[in-house]
Protein backbone atom coordinates (compact mmCIF):
# COMPACT_ATOMS: atom_id res chain seq x y z
CA UNK A 1 0.00 0.00 0.00
CA UNK A 2 1.62 3.49 -0.91
CA UNK A 3 1.71 6.15 1.56
CA UNK A 4 -0.35 8.94 1.41
CA UNK A 5 1.26 12.24 -0.12
CA UNK A 6 1.50 14.11 3.46
CA UNK A 7 2.63 10.72 4.91
CA UNK A 8 5.68 9.01 5.25
CA UNK A 9 6.20 5.33 6.27
CA UNK A 10 7.51 6.06 9.57
CA UNK A 11 4.02 7.58 10.08
CA UNK A 12 1.84 4.63 9.21
CA UNK A 13 1.03 1.10 11.80
CA UNK A 14 -0.63 -1.35 10.75
CA UNK A 15 -4.21 -2.01 13.23
CA UNK A 16 -5.07 -5.62 14.40
CA UNK A 17 -8.13 -5.97 11.45
CA UNK A 18 -5.32 -4.75 9.00
CA UNK A 19 -6.20 -1.11 8.03
CA UNK A 20 -3.47 1.09 8.06
CA UNK A 21 -3.67 4.16 9.97
CA UNK A 22 -1.22 7.22 10.46
CA UNK A 23 0.00 7.52 14.29
CA UNK A 24 -1.20 11.19 14.36
CA UNK A 25 -4.54 10.26 13.25
CA UNK A 26 -5.03 7.32 16.00
CA UNK A 27 -3.76 9.40 18.48
CA UNK A 28 -6.45 12.53 17.90
CA UNK A 29 -9.27 10.08 17.84
CA UNK A 30 -7.93 8.66 21.10
CA UNK A 31 -7.22 5.17 19.40
CA UNK A 32 -3.23 5.06 20.33
CA UNK A 33 -1.96 5.09 23.99
CA UNK A 34 1.19 4.24 25.62
CA UNK A 35 1.51 0.86 26.44
CA UNK A 36 1.95 1.46 30.00
CA UNK A 37 -0.83 3.98 30.59
CA UNK A 38 -3.78 3.35 32.83
CA UNK A 39 -2.50 -0.16 34.28
CA UNK A 40 -2.30 -0.08 38.22
CA UNK A 41 0.71 -0.86 39.71
CA UNK A 42 1.66 -4.50 39.86
CA UNK A 43 -0.81 -5.01 36.56
CA UNK A 44 0.62 -5.93 32.84
CA UNK A 45 -1.35 -6.36 29.23
CA UNK A 46 -1.19 -9.09 27.89
CA UNK A 47 0.54 -9.57 24.14
CA UNK A 48 -1.56 -9.49 20.97
CA UNK A 49 -0.78 -12.94 20.26
CA UNK A 50 -2.79 -14.38 23.89
CA UNK A 51 -5.43 -16.10 21.51
CA UNK A 52 -2.65 -18.54 19.76
CA UNK A 53 -2.48 -21.64 22.31
CA UNK A 54 0.32 -24.53 22.30
CA UNK A 55 -0.38 -28.40 22.02
CA UNK A 56 -0.70 -29.06 26.00
CA UNK A 57 -2.70 -32.60 27.06
CA UNK A 58 -6.08 -32.12 28.83
CA UNK A 59 -3.51 -33.11 31.92
CA UNK A 60 -1.60 -29.65 31.57
CA UNK A 61 -4.74 -27.82 30.28
CA UNK A 62 -6.16 -28.47 33.87
CA UNK A 63 -3.26 -27.74 35.85
CA UNK A 64 -2.74 -24.42 34.64
CA UNK A 65 -6.41 -23.78 35.06
CA UNK A 66 -5.74 -24.09 38.20
CA UNK A 67 -2.92 -21.72 38.63
CA UNK A 68 -4.47 -19.56 36.96
CA UNK A 69 -7.35 -19.44 39.13
CA UNK A 70 -4.23 -18.61 41.99
CA UNK A 71 -3.21 -21.87 42.84
CA UNK A 72 0.13 -23.11 43.28
CA UNK A 73 2.92 -25.58 42.99
CA UNK A 74 4.87 -26.69 46.06
CA UNK A 75 7.80 -28.35 45.46
CA UNK A 76 10.04 -30.57 47.65
CA UNK A 77 14.07 -31.53 46.65
CA UNK A 78 16.01 -33.89 48.06
CA UNK A 79 19.66 -33.09 50.03
CA UNK A 80 22.32 -35.30 49.79
CA UNK A 81 24.75 -35.73 52.67
CA UNK A 82 27.39 -33.05 51.30
CA UNK A 83 24.92 -30.67 51.65
CA UNK A 84 23.98 -30.08 47.76
CA UNK A 85 20.42 -30.00 46.24
CA UNK A 86 19.23 -32.04 43.78
CA UNK A 87 16.31 -32.54 41.59
CA UNK A 88 13.42 -32.12 42.09
CA UNK A 89 11.36 -34.98 43.70
CA UNK A 90 7.68 -34.66 44.90
CA UNK A 91 5.39 -31.79 44.18
CA UNK A 92 2.25 -31.01 45.42
CA UNK A 93 -0.46 -28.94 43.42
CA UNK A 94 -2.96 -26.69 45.45
CA UNK A 95 -5.70 -25.34 44.31
CA UNK A 96 -7.15 -21.66 45.65
CA UNK A 97 -9.55 -23.39 47.97
CA UNK A 98 -6.59 -25.34 49.38
CA UNK A 99 -7.39 -28.54 47.69
CA UNK A 100 -4.50 -31.18 46.30
CA UNK A 101 -4.75 -31.22 42.77
CA UNK A 102 -3.65 -35.35 41.61
CA UNK A 103 -3.42 -34.24 37.54
CA UNK A 104 -0.40 -32.43 38.75
CA UNK A 105 2.49 -35.25 38.11
CA UNK A 106 6.37 -34.88 38.27
CA UNK A 107 6.22 -35.67 34.48
CA UNK A 108 3.55 -32.86 33.80
CA UNK A 109 5.32 -30.22 36.25
CA UNK A 110 8.67 -31.12 33.95
CA UNK A 111 6.85 -30.15 30.89
CA UNK A 112 5.08 -26.87 32.05
CA UNK A 113 8.67 -26.01 33.28
CA UNK A 114 10.33 -26.86 30.36
CA UNK A 115 7.44 -25.06 28.09
CA UNK A 116 8.26 -21.87 30.84
CA UNK A 117 4.39 -21.81 31.51
CA UNK A 118 5.45 -21.89 34.84
CA UNK A 119 8.00 -20.18 37.00
CA UNK A 120 9.68 -19.72 40.75
CA UNK A 121 11.60 -17.74 42.13
CA UNK A 122 14.25 -17.62 45.06
CA UNK A 123 12.43 -20.71 46.05
CA UNK A 124 8.97 -19.78 46.72
CA UNK A 125 6.62 -22.07 45.43
CA UNK A 126 5.84 -22.42 41.22
CA UNK A 127 3.04 -20.06 39.93
CA UNK A 128 1.79 -19.36 36.28
CA UNK A 129 3.81 -17.26 34.25
CA UNK A 130 2.46 -14.98 31.95
CA UNK A 131 3.54 -17.15 28.53
CA UNK A 132 1.18 -19.49 30.85
CA UNK A 133 -1.63 -17.23 31.34
CA UNK A 134 -2.02 -16.85 27.23
CA UNK A 135 -1.88 -20.62 26.47
CA UNK A 136 -4.17 -21.67 29.08
CA UNK A 137 -7.75 -22.28 27.01
CA UNK A 138 -10.47 -20.83 29.08
CA UNK A 139 -13.36 -23.24 30.58
CA UNK A 140 -16.63 -23.02 32.62
CA UNK A 141 -15.69 -23.33 35.87
CA UNK A 142 -16.94 -26.58 37.13
CA UNK A 143 -17.61 -25.89 40.94
Not at 16 to 27: H, K, L
Not at 34 to 42: N, W, Y
Not at 66 to 92: D, W
Not at 121 to 134: A, C, D, F
Request: glycine share 8%.
Amino acid sequence: MRPLPHQTPLQRTRTGCGRVITRAFARAVGGWRDASADLPAGAFRLPLTAHLTMNLSRDEQRVLHALAQGGYIRHFRTISPSGRRQKITHIECMTRDGWLLSHCTLPIFDKLRRKRLIFSENGSPYRISRKGLTHVRARLDNR
